[in-house]
């Protein structure tokens, strides 16, 4: 499918949604509780009514009306036997609990919305199923950073956030940008999501999670192991999850602008609002004098990147909800290559996404349409700028992808079941045999998880079926139990796997510089692995959160590429193949602690990260990784806040090419402190200054791949201006 018909039909898919027809038996009879900083539906809140007191008669034996519970979206239906006055009481896990008139909350169309509670040992995530679901019936280790933390970061960009995570590591790419690695496990094994759906790139080998902008996200997900049975390859080794604020009633506009260290400059804006048919649609643009995974990229060295996203959510009938997301990103970067020569990447991108959710029985079902298309250039020249490129060296790849989905609350169980069909392929001239290649995916999932009073048993599967390298089944199960008031076990065991990629099936590249030839290989097998964790949540006050894990990780069939032989032409020939076992194990620590208007936070991970056959560490694996976070807020003074972390990385080996031919050790990166501090006030009722700075000791140890050095900033943000708020009638709603 061409770039201007995948917009074209996506643009079709979006024009389709006032097709739907009503379905007012189902709306007239139901309300829904929802959170109120995203929106998102709450499942399994109590909802009961308290009939008003009446004299000489106390409120513990008054008649009171049946509880009910919300299903898997939020959605509950009065009991009939509520009459009418007292008071609709609401109770969530993870959410502070909320008293309200009935007649109030008839008005507001029995739409109820609840106040996080920010330590409580639940909270709701999006990543681990196909809906919002509790964490307590999420048994795989996960950690969330909200935005509150993003907007202490002072980060541009998702890999300079992620790097500062204990158990998270970020690594150079080849031959710029950044990878992650999640517990030893990284690159092409974790899979990088943007609200749900891939970000471009991992088809042509092109992953940067320096180019995924944290303009208007809401928080980031980070699943910490295999999560293949939902998701499929890439997987294996967890999931990133950015997501993006959900588009708020009513109008308002943001904006931000911030200048710093190594040529940092950036700008974004945010307009937001709506009634029956709400948006969000951000834009920005930011350049920095630095390559990401390079040390020192001199004086010529910089990378700039625009991106704009929408995202809109549209009321399409009482019964049809319709979502839908638009994003297009163009990067350049330029750095030295030798010679007085630069090497120039251009890249651009386009995704698009509508999915239709509407209720049906006792649950929902979705369909989703997603369209995908990127474009890499890399080009080398003298000067500013590279010539001009007649198109023929592009490299790109397209993806199309339509799913189905089903959600329901059957009596203890919350079960997803759904249906994948993608279409792929990649451009790569010059390094592909066939210099284009293509394939097709089918998949089929199911989850459950089953409430058993305070034990819920959680299991899960996905078949995938891909006509280039064949089948792959990946389960997990796991279970989490409420232990008294405030402990939660977890343990789960997962499957996860990666399939070989359209390069390594198929390359056909000529490196003569190099001496070298890179060959495919078809008959590579998907790399799996499987996965233990276990772990303690505990709240043993009510401002004091701590959380221990415990893992092993044991992948096989990695798909490395090994030397094969010589060519006619004398030339040295690799090819990948499924050559190495490798292990990864540990344990995790955190603690977060909220007191009035400071907050404290605090996390240590240790990793043990080796190859099987040579019994050799792995490259760059740090064994340990710490951090520590304080925040404070003064609002007497004009909401002065003060942000201070520290944060450690551990030396790490570096693994290569011994003399021999061998994989040997060959050197060290050493371990790298650093302090950052933000300070932010208010400077009018929509005006905001920041100014903050990075490694604020200039530590610089050996052997890192990117560029470390101290950093300052400066920036000004404008939020909430021309604030106001409407339902989806139109109607102006009043805080809560």
């Not at 189902?26 to 959170?35: E, F, M, P």
């Not at 998102?40 to 049946?66: F, K, Q, Y």
């Not at 690159?187 to 749900?196: C, M, N, Q, S």
């Not at 933000?678 to 009722?685: F, I, P």
């Amino acid at each position: 499918m061409s770039g201007r018909g995948a917009r074209l039909a996506l643009c079709i898919a979006i024009g389709c949604v006032g097709i739907f027809g009503p379905d007012a038996a189902r709306a007239q009879s139901q309300a829904r509780v929802y959170d109120l900083e995203s929106g998102a539906g709450i499942p399994d809140a109590e909802v009961a009514w308290i009939p008003a007191p009446v004299a000489g008669v106390t409120a513990d034996s008054a008649a009171r009306g049946a509880a009910v519970r919300t299903d898997a979206v939020g959605f509950f239906v009065p009991d009939p036997s509520w009459g009418s006055g007292g008071a609709i009481t609401v109770s969530a896990l993870g959410y502070r609990a909320r008293a309200i008139a009935r007649e109030e909350t008839a008005a507001a169309g029995w739409r109820i919305g609840l106040e996080r509670d920010p330590l409580a040992l639940d909270e709701i995530v999006v990543t681990a199923s196909s809906l919002p679901r509790l964490r307590s019936q999420v048994a795989v280790p996960m950690e969330t950073v909200e935005a509150e933390e993003i907007d202490a970061a002072g980060v541009a960009s998702a890999d300079r956030l992620l790097a500062e995570l204990p158990g998270v590591q970020v690594t150079a790419a080849t031959p710029v940008g950044s990878n992650l690695m999640i517990r030893g496990v990284g690159g092409a094994r974790v899979l990088v999501l943007l609200d749900g759906q891939p970000t471009a790139g991992a088809l042509l080998e092109n992953r940067d999670l320096s180019r995924t902008s944290l303009a208007g996200v809401e928080r980031v997900e980070i699943v910490k192991g295999p999560l293949s049975s939902l998701y499929g390859s890439d997987a294996l080794g967890g999931v990133i999850n950015v997501i993006t604020q959900l588009p708020a009633s009513g109008f308002r506009v943001d904006a931000r602008a911030v200048s710093g260290g190594a040529g940092r400059r950036e700008a974004e804006a945010t307009a937001s609002g709506g009634g029956r048919l709400r948006y969000r649609i951000t834009g920005g643009w930011r350049q920095e004098d630095r390559i990401p995974g390079l040390a020192d990229g001199g004086p010529s060295a910089f990378a700039r990147v625009w991106d704009f996203r929408s995202r809109l959510q549209f009321k399409a009938s009482d019964a049809w909800d319709v979502r839908a997301t638009a994003t297009y990103l163009r990067e350049r970067q330029r750095w030295p290559v030798g010679g007085a020569f630069s090497g120039f990447n251009d890249n651009a991108g386009f995704s698009g996404w509508v999915e239709a959710r509407r209720p049906l029985g006792p649950g929902t079902w979705s369909g989703s349409l997603f369209l995908q298309e990127y474009e890499h250039l890399f080009r080398s020249a003298r000067g500013d700028a590279p010539i001009a490129d007649d198109g023929e060296s592009t490299q790109w790849e397209r993806l199309a992808k339509g799913a189905a989905g089903y959600s329901a609350a059957l009596g203890g169980h919350s079960v997803d079941v759904g249906l994948e069909v993608a279409s792929r392929a990649i451009r790569s001239p010059d390094k592909l045999i066939e210099e284009r290649a293509a394939d097709r995916q089918l998949a089929l999932f199911a989850q459950d998880a089953w409430r058993l009073g305070e034990t819920v048993v959680s299991g899960g599967a996905r078949l995938t079926w891909n006509d280039r390298w064949g089948s792959n089944l990946s389960p997990t199960v796991g279970v989490t139990r409420r232990a008294g008031t405030h402990v939660r076990l977890r343990a789960a065991v997962a499957r996860g796997f990666r399939a070989p990629s359209f390069k390594e099936l198929a390359w056909n590249f000529v490196n003569v510089g190099g001496g070298y030839v890179l060959q495919g290989f078809p008959d590579l097998d998907p790399e799996r692995s499987w996965n233990i964790s276990g772990g303690v949540d505990w709240q043993p006050a009510s401002t004091v959160r701590i959380e221990v894990d415990a893992f092993t990780n044991r992948i096989r069939n990695l798909i490395e590429p090994g030397f094969v032989g010589n060519a006619e032409s004398g030339l040295l020939v690799f090819s990948p193949r499924n050559v190495a076992d490798a292990i990864t194990r540990g344990f995790e620590f955190s603690l977060r602690a909220v007191l009035d208007r400071a907050e404290f936070a605090a996390g240590y991970a240790h990793l043990d990260a080796y190859a099987v056959d040579s019994g050799l560490p792995l490259d760059r694996r740090a064994a340990h990784s710490a951090r520590a976070r304080a925040a404070w807020t003064a609002e007497a003074l004009s909401g002065f806040r003060l942000d201070a972390t520290a944060h450690l990385t551990g030396a790490a080996p570096i693994i290569g090419t011994g003399p021999d031919g061998s994989d040997a050790r060959i050197g060290t990166q050493e371990r790298f402190v650093a302090i950052d501090l933000q300070t932010s006030v208010d400077l009018g009722r929509s005006l905001r200054l920041v100014a903050g700075v990075d490694n604020l000791f200039d530590a610089r140890p050996a052997g890192w791949q990117g560029a470390i050095e101290r950093k300052l900033r400066v920036g000004l943000a404008v939020e909430d201006l021309f604030a106001r708020r409407v339902d989806e009638r139109g109607v102006p709603l009043q805080p809560q």
